[in-house]
């Protein structure tokens, strides 16, 4: 199909979806111009940051001299986790790049386009641009609630409305502009996914052709509708999803969920509680860790400074604390006759604490450095980049910010051959990565893993 195409093509995200991708964009460049004769030109720009944007389409029409297909197809997906756990900021950002990073380069891409002059078409009226854009199946409706992406979500209805409307207002000036809607497609993140993650492998279950799509056949849509075979197509999107249907009541359910009423409450009737299953239903959450001592008033003010938690309910024999909407996440318990901590016996090694961001992860280290409570083991583990405490009773307490966009990249990394040589991970100095994040270093290059080799366990473990 991309033989019928002509003219000047600006692709984002062309390393992967992740438009931050510089490896894959040359590899990109490199698979292109094997394929056939054209020239590319590589341009690294922050979807998030509009002169970025604009600067990039810029330097793409002062290279070729025009811009005749854009295809908007970078994203950023975000944790799976409902909008209770969801910050602003990480709402923000996605929205950022998804949807309102998109709109910009549809708005300069149609900018361009209205100062070109018309090319004839085959068949219909001269066009002076096509623009595609991606958006998703849950741009139609909403995952199931084991994969809540709020954020993403949202923005990928959003791109719906947002072609939509521009396809509507500039018909008549020869630009189409049309989205394409995909369900699951196999790359290498979602293969990878696929093979860790049963609620992955659920939905592939759901697809009625029994498959993922591939690639090849998702970019064969893009074509078709960048070229002059789409000409009486503009401000549709097209559902690439093995047929999967758009309206939610039509899809496949797992008979363990399929209930409409909250599941296992007291009373249900129809629930049924003999139905044979794959595996144990999932709890919702982890609610908390209760902490058993034998010196509850030293653990008590500890986890208060550490967490700046607050205590929902305390005596002289246990406390509940909480620093979040729960009723309490951390109990501790005095019970006569405990004796100290064995640190070479079996039981809980550590309770591990997220921050949405490096910059975040470092202030509270600061901060607890300032009432006097220091780390002793500061790594960047891969998936995580992680600062480890101990109580006053020798627990071990880590805190944490995910150094990827979700969890698919994060399985997909510790399925790689640089985490099986060394799964523990690289030392860091967070006095260093402060002045280093003061000086304007960004906290992706930050929370990169530096490479040193295997690594064994540390000795205090």
Same mark, same amino acid.
């Given at each position: 199909?991309c033989?019928?195409l %002509?003219g000047?093509?600006l692709?984002?995200g062309?390393?992967s979806?992740l438009?931050?991708?510089?490896?894959g964009?040359r590899?990109?460049?490199?698979?292109v111009?094997?394929?056939r004769?054209?020239?590319?030109?590589?341009l690294h720009v922050d979807l998030?940051e509009?002169?970025s944007?604009? *600067?990039?389409v810029q330097?793409?029409?002062?290279?070729f001299?025009?811009? =005749?297909?854009?295809?908007n197809?970078?994203?950023i997906?975000?944790?799976?986790?409902p909008s209770?756990?969801?910050?602003t900021?990480d709402? +923000?950002?996605i929205i950022?790049?998804?949807?309102i @990073?998109?709109w910009v380069?549809q708005? %300069?891409a149609?900018?361009?386009?209205?100062?070109q002059d018309?090319?004839?078409?085959r068949? +219909?009226?001269?066009s002076?641009g096509v623009?595609v854009?991606?958006s998703?199946?849950?741009?139609?409706?909403s995952p199931?609630?084991g994969? *809540?992406?709020?954020a993403?979500?949202?923005?990928?209805h959003? !791109? &719906? @409305? !947002?072609?939509?409307t521009?396809a509507t207002s500039?018909?008549? =000036?020869?630009v189409?502009?049309?989205?394409v809607?995909?369900g699951?497609?196999?790359?290498?993140a979602?293969?990878e996914?696929? /093979?860790?993650?049963?609620?992955v492998?659920?939905?592939?279950k759901?697809?009625?052709?029994g498959?993922?799509?591939? $690639?090849?056949?998702?970019?064969?849509?893009i074509c078709?509708?960048?070229?002059?075979m789409?000409?009486?197509?503009?401000g549709?999107?097209?559902?690439?999803?093995g047929?999967?249907s758009e309206?939610? @009541?039509?899809?496949?359910q797992n008979p363990?969920?399929?209930?409409t009423?909250k599941?296992?409450?007291?009373g249900q009737?129809?629930?049924?509680?003999?139905a044979?299953?794959?595996?144990?239903?999932s709890?919702s959450?982890?609610?908390?860790?209760?902490?058993?001592?034998n010196?509850l008033?030293?653990?008590?003010?500890f986890?208060k400074s550490?967490?700046?938690?607050?205590?929902?309910?305390?005596?002289d024999?246990?406390?509940f &604390?909480?620093?979040d909407e729960e009723?309490h996440?951390i109990?501790?318990?005095?019970?006569?006759?405990?004796k100290d901590?064995?640190?070479?016996s079996? @039981? &809980?090694?550590?309770t591990?604490?997220?921050?949405n961001?490096l910059?975040?992860l470092l202030?509270a280290?600061?901060?607890?450095?300032?009432?006097g409570?220091l780390?002793?083991w500061?790594i960047?583990?891969?998936?995580?980049? *992680?600062?480890?405490?101990k =109580?006053p009773?020798g627990?071990?307490i880590?805190t944490q910010? =995910?150094?990827?966009e979700?969890a698919?990249?994060a399985t997909?990394f510790?399925? *790689?051959p640089s985490?099986?040589e060394?799964?523990?991970?690289?030392?860091f100095?967070?006095?260093?990565?402060?002045?280093r994040l003061?000086?304007?270093?960004?906290?992706?290059?930050?929370?990169r893993?530096?490479?040193?080799g $295997? /690594?064994g366990?540390p000795?205090?473990?």
């Amino acid at each position: 199909m991309c033989h019928l195409l %002509e003219g000047v093509a600006l692709v984002t995200g062309g390393g992967s979806v992740l438009d931050i991708n510089v490896v894959g964009l040359r590899e990109t460049k490199d698979l292109v111009e094997r394929i056939r004769r054209v020239d590319v030109l590589q341009l690294h720009v922050d979807l998030a940051e509009e002169n970025s944007i604009i *600067s990039g389409v810029q330097r793409a029409v002062d290279h070729f001299g025009s811009i =005749d297909i854009l295809i908007n197809n970078a994203a950023i997906a975000g944790a799976i986790r409902p909008s209770t756990d969801v910050a602003t900021g990480d709402f +923000g950002k996605i929205i950022d790049v998804n949807l309102i @990073g998109l709109w910009v380069c549809q708005r %300069e891409a149609i900018k361009q386009m209205l100062k070109q002059d018309p090319i004839k078409q085959r068949i +219909g009226p001269a066009s002076r641009g096509v623009i595609v854009n991606l958006s998703s199946t849950y741009g139609l409706v909403s995952p199931p609630g084991g994969l *809540s992406t709020p954020a993403y979500v949202t923005s990928k209805h959003g !791109i &719906l @409305g !947002i072609t939509k409307t521009d396809a509507t207002s500039f018909a008549k =000036d020869g630009v189409r502009i049309n989205a394409v809607c995909p369900g699951f497609v196999n790359t290498p993140a979602i293969k990878e996914a696929a /093979r860790a993650s049963p609620l992955v492998q659920d939905e592939e279950k759901k697809v009625p052709m029994g498959r993922f799509g591939e $690639p090849e056949e998702l970019a064969e849509v893009i074509c078709f509708l960048a070229s002059p075979m789409s000409s009486y197509m503009t401000g549709t999107s097209v559902v690439v999803g093995g047929s999967s249907s758009e309206e939610p @009541g039509n899809r496949q359910q797992n008979p363990a969920s399929s209930n409409t009423e909250k599941p296992n409450h007291p009373g249900q009737r129809n629930t049924d509680w003999d139905a044979p299953a794959a595996k144990v239903l999932s709890p919702s959450k982890l609610a908390h860790v209760v902490l058993r001592t034998n010196q509850l008033g030293p653990m008590v003010e500890f986890y208060k400074s550490f967490l700046g938690a607050k205590a929902m309910y305390e005596n002289d024999m246990l406390a509940f &604390l909480t620093y979040d909407e729960e009723h309490h996440r951390i109990a501790l318990v005095q019970i006569p006759g405990t004796k100290d901590k064995d640190p070479q016996s079996c @039981g &809980l090694e550590h309770t591990a604490f997220t921050y949405n961001s490096l910059t975040d992860l470092l202030l509270a280290y600061r901060q607890r450095k300032q009432k006097g409570i220091l780390p002793f083991w500061p790594i960047n583990h891969g998936p995580t980049t *992680s600062i480890y405490y101990k =109580d006053p009773d020798g627990n071990m307490i880590e805190t944490q910010v =995910d150094n990827f966009e979700d969890a698919d990249e994060a399985t997909l990394f510790m399925m *790689s051959p640089s985490f099986a040589e060394n799964p523990i991970g690289v030392d860091f100095d967070p006095e260093d990565f402060i002045k280093r994040l003061s000086a304007g270093e960004s906290e992706a290059e930050l929370q990169r893993r530096q490479e040193i080799g $295997p /690594r064994g366990i540390p000795s205090f473990a």
